[in-house]
Nanobody, 123 residues
Framework: QLQLVESGGGLVQPGGSMRLSCAAS????????IGWFRQAPGKEREGVSC???????NNADSVKGRFTISRDNARNTVYLQMDTLRPEDTAVYYC?????????????????WGQGTQVTVSS
């Protein structure tokens, strides 16, 4: 019973901030790599940010300087802090986990996926 649950999505104005959470149950995420992905209507699923079990993180070029991934092992939760949001950030955001120690921005790398949370950036 391994489960990932995203939360924190909603409507935000351009230039605003939002924090997404990915809570794990049925396993301890300490030894898992985690990725955040997004998919907008009519577009391919896109890697956004990822973090390895060591804490080493990487961001897609489109969000560098604006998004920050972090993990709180005590809470078994991974976060995505999103700042300076743009309308083009609008998408369903998913978190995913893999037993691999290293993280990538490639969706096929990941074994377990959450249900997604909608983020809409609009005035």
């Amino acid at each position: 019973q391994l489960q990932l649950v995203e939360s924190g999505g909603g409507l935000v104005q351009p230039g605003g901030s939002m924090r997404l959470s990915c809570a794990a149950s049925g396993f301890t995420l300490n030894n898992y790599a985690i990725g955040w992905f997004r998919q907008a209507p009519g577009k391919e699923r896109e890697g956004v940010s990822c973090i390895g079990s060591s804490g080493l993180a990487n961001n897609a070029d489109s969000v560098k300087g604006r998004f920050t991934i972090s993990r709180d092992n005590a809470r078994n939760t991974v976060y995505l802090q999103m700042d300076t949001l743009r309308p083009e950030d609008t998408a369903v955001y998913y978190c995913a986990a893999t037993t691999s120690r290293t993280a990538t921005l490639k969706p096929s790398w990941y074994e377990y996926w959450g249900q997604g949370t909608q983020v809409t950036v609009s005035s």
